[in-house]
């Protein structure tokens, strides 16, 4: 139950954070049945009364020759990758682009780096969900002093203005800089609840000492000295083999980084001797070919074995929803059975 009080106090507090100006023009290329286009990209050119060019559905090539009429553009991170495809993506044609904006899913660092080579530009991570709307956000301006915003390949930026945003353990404290727990957040722009779930309202939230709300997110991550959140993934995704805690995104890291890795997705699937079992699909590069194996013997060099899949897997694709994500569900649906037959 989001309320006209938790939108408004986010589109405003965006609406400055991230700079929207006078003859600000937004490339609206997002569906409109999830927040990310719905709220986030329209309301912030709703709000700043920007012109908005608006397509019915993704199209690359329209989106890049749109690019010199617009100066703002906000995607998942597969919009991104599809994007980087078009060869009319260059920076000439980003030339009056002030803003790219992702988000929905996490963005690889081979992306954020090549679109800062091939456009000038440096993608503006940030995290939120749909209780939220917007939680954390790398900065769009740059601080006193510096020449350009501090945006951190990976993070999602710090906190928000007005946002409470914090990592805790599992009896509810805060962990320190660099560890790994809980997202719990609360402030103006979290719901209310869910409609007509009482019970499942009051599980998700959690008070302090003093009384305050904090909705727990089911999102995993870590905060550096800096104050950047990491996202290393959802609690639900969380494999725990052998007693042992295995954070994917931890794992991915390491495969997406190998020659010829495109990208990556660990899971934990049933295991007669250790509960859970740590196995991943990885997608090659356009032109690349992949040996599952040994990329795991090489990964043995690199974590610590209980991390270390049992079993890889070289597929064509992984599947996705429509904003982009991944949906492991259906990869460990697919191998169930696997170490249990």
């Given at each position: 139950m989001l309320s006209h009080g938790n939108l408004l106090s986010n589109a405003q507090m965006l609406k400055d954070f991230w700079d929207w100006r006078?003859?600000?023009?937004?490339?609206?290329?997002?569906?409109?049945?999830?927040?990310?286009?719905?709220?986030?990209?329209?309301?912030?050119?709703?709000?700043n009364g920007s012109k908005m060019l608006w397509l019915s559905k993704f199209d690359p090539k329209a989106v890049v020759e749109r690019l010199p009429r617009a100066s703002v553009f906000m995607g998942v991170p597969t919009l991104y990758v599809r994007l980087l495809q078009e060869v009319g993506l260059t920076r000439?044609?980003?030339?009056?682009?002030?803003?790219?904006?992702?988000?929905?899913?996490p963005l690889?660092?081979?992306?954020?780096?090549?679109?800062?080579?091939?456009?000038g530009h440096t993608i503006l991570e940030r995290y939120?969900?749909?209780?939220?709307?917007?939680?954390?956000?790398?900065?769009?301006?740059?601080?006193?002093?510096?020449?350009?915003?501090?945006?951190?390949?990976?993070?999602?930026?710090?906190?928000?203005?007005?946002?409470?945003?914090?990592?805790?353990?599992?009896?509810?404290?805060?962990?320190?800089?660099?560890?790994?727990?809980?997202v719990?957040?609360?402030?103006?722009?979290?719901?209310?609840?869910?409609?007509?779930?009482?019970?499942?309202?009051?599980?998700?939230?959690?008070a302090d000492a003093s009384g305050e709300r904090w909705f727990r997110t089911g999102d995993v991550g870590r905060f550096d000295a800096q104050g950047y959140l990491t996202i290393v993934g959802r609690s639900k995704d969380l494999i725990i083999t052998g007693?042992?805690?295995?954070?994917?995104?931890?794992?991915?890291?390491?495969?997406?980084?190998?020659?010829?890795?495109?990208e990556s997705a660990v899971v934990g699937v049933p295991h007669p001797d250790f509960g859970e079992g740590v196995i991943a699909l990885i997608v090659p590069k356009v032109?690349?070919?992949?040996?599952?194996?040994?990329?795991?013997?090489?990964?043995?060099?690199?974590?610590?074995?209980?991390?270390?899949?049992?079993?890889?897997?070289?597929?064509?694709?992984?599947?996705?929803?429509a904003m982009g994500k991944v949906q492991k569900n259906l990869l460990r649906d697919a191998h169930r059975a696997l170490f249990t037959g």
């Open positions: 006078e003859g600000d023009v937004l490339i609206h290329a997002l569906p409109i049945f999830h927040v990310h286009g719905l709220f986030v990209a329209s309301h912030g050119a709703l709000l000439e044609a980003c030339r009056n682009m002030r803003l790219f904006i992702s988000g929905s899913a690889l660092i081979e992306t954020f780096r090549d679109w800062q080579a091939r456009t939120g969900m749909s209780e939220t709307i917007m939680l954390t956000s790398n900065p769009c301006r740059a601080e006193a002093g510096e020449h350009e915003p501090r945006r951190l390949g990976g993070t999602v930026g710090p906190a928000l203005p007005g946002v409470g945003v914090r990592v805790v353990d599992d009896a509810g404290a805060a962990v320190a800089a660099d560890e790994i727990g809980h719990q957040v609360r402030g103006p722009n979290v719901f209310g609840g869910y409609w007509r779930m009482p019970e499942k309202t009051a599980e998700e939230f959690t007693g042992y805690n295995v954070y994917p995104a931890e794992i991915e890291g390491w495969l997406n980084d190998m020659p010829g890795v495109a032109g690349a070919t992949l040996d599952a194996d040994a990329l795991v013997v090489q990964l043995k060099t690199q974590i610590a074995g209980y991390k270390v899949p049992k079993r890889a897997f070289v597929v064509a694709e992984l599947p996705r929803n």
